[in-house]
Every structure is written in C-alpha cells, then in structure tokens.
C-alpha cells in the first residue's frame, strides 16, 4: 500500500476491527455484482469506495428512464447504455485504482459456475429467483460466501449464505422452487431510498466477510419495514432436506 492509498483508507485504517491488514485484503479481493439496478448500484459504489480491488459487473438490461428513480450507479446522460458500462463509469469516477470487469450477458448456470471459482465473493443484487437459484447453486458449489439482499415496494431483507460453514443455510434452504411470477419493482413499485439502505447492508456484509470484521449475516436474515424505519432478525437453520447444500 502506498502513501496515496493510505491517505485515501485511512478512516479504515484507524479502526482496529480492520486495520492495514483488514484494509490490504479489501485491495486483494474480487467480487461479482449480478445486477446493477437499485442494489447493486450502492453496492458497486461502496465497495469501490472501500478499496475492494476488482469489481465484476454482471447484468444484460440497459439503463431506461424509469431506472433513474432509484437507480443511483447510472445518469440521464447514459439512458440507453448498457447498465454496467454505465456503472463502470461511475466506478471508475469514484475509484480509478478498482479494476472493472464489466459482463453484459445474462448468466447461465455453467457461466456462473465458472465466475465464481475465480472471486471471493459473490453479490445477489437482482430481482429474479432464476437467477438467484443458479447463483445460490454455483457458490454452494464453489462454496463462495454470497451476499443476498431484495427490496419492494416498502420492505427489504438482506442475508449472507457462507457455505464455508458448516452451519450456514442456502438460498434454497429459505425458498423453495415454485414456478409462480414473482413480484418486481416494474409491476410492484418501490420506494427509492430503500433500495440504498438494502444495497448499502450488502456492502457493508461484503466488507466485513472480506476484511474479516465482526459476525456476518450467515444464519440469520434481517428484514426492514421502510413504513414503520423497523428492523427485524429472524433465525434462518440449514435445512437437512435441501437439494443444494445437502444440509450437512
């Protein structure tokens, strides 16, 4: 780490919990972002901002004026433009040292198996329980701890499945396979800051997994009511049943 980049963490830095060495492994490490809408857009910026030294940007849509409302990675100047070139611009204003990989395909099931082998980290920002199954199913696989996060309308959870652990659930372990249409912000609405406060706790789980900072999410899911500012934590066991993690 250079004079430059201590001056920039320095914030960091000072804190015990993560120190020059919690601050070096944040410039070590690599992480997938699948979805640069309203999660992944705070998501992609603090991260960038804490140091984290590669960003893999993952989403196939481009940024639409009904995106901006929430949206806070992308501009009315790149309505039109891919979302994560878009956000790729905005991560390199922030932080021109985090190196951006950006990837605009949709993933399959043996792309995501093959990202995920090369990162530490994954970060479930979409809205979309296809994708979040396969996501689910390649980190299990690869066992790379995934940070989980959703937001309609007014209420969010985010949660941390680490299958390094013995003890931590999956995503299929909290929800089953069902074929029915799920709700999204196009169909359902959402209310624009709260989408902030959901990505910024992935973020902020994603700092803490990789600097190695307090206890994670893993095992427990915490559930926001925007209407009432009210948090909740509901435990969430492995189940032993789970055609993904095996439960054991």
């Not at 501009?75 to 605009?104: C, E, F, I, W």
Request: glycine residues 8%; charged residues 20%.
């Amino acid at each position: 780490m250079d004079d430059r980049q201590l001056l920039r963490y320095s914030r960091h830095i000072m804190l015990p919990e993560i120190d020059l060495d919690g601050q070096e492994a944040l410039l070590r490490s690599r992480v997938l972002i699948v979805g640069l809408g309203g999660l992944g857009s705070p998501v992609a910026l603090y991260l960038a901002a804490s140091g984290v030294g590669e960003l893999w940007l993952a989403d196939h849509d481009e940024v639409e004026p009904s995106n901006l409302q929430r949206q806070i990675a992308h501009t009315t100047a790149r309505v039109g433009q891919s979302k994560v070139v878009s956000a790729a611009q905005a991560v390199q204003a922030l932080n021109p040292d985090t190196l951006v990989t950006p990837l605009h395909e949709a993933l399959n099931a043996e792309r995501l198996a093959t990202l995920t082998e090369q990162v530490d980290l994954v970060v479930d920002a979409t809205d979309n329980f296809g994708v979040r199954y396969a996501i689910n199913a390649a980190c299990v696989r690869t066992r790379t701890p995934l940070v989980s996060g959703a937001a309609i309308r007014l209420e969010g959870q985010v949660t941390v499945f680490d299958s390094r652990r013995s003890d931590s659930p999956c995503y299929r372990c909290l929800y089953d396979v069902h074929d029915d249409e799920p709700l999204n912000c196009a169909t359902s609405g959402v209310m624009a800051p709260l989408v902030g406060v959901i990505g910024s706790m992935q973020a902020l789980e994603a700092v803490k997994l990789l600097a190695g900072v307090g206890d994670s999410l893993a095992g427990r899911l915490l559930i926001f009511d925007a209407a009432r500012s009210e948090w909740r934590e509901l435990a969430l066991p492995r189940d032993p049943n789970c055609p993904v993690c095996g439960g054991g």
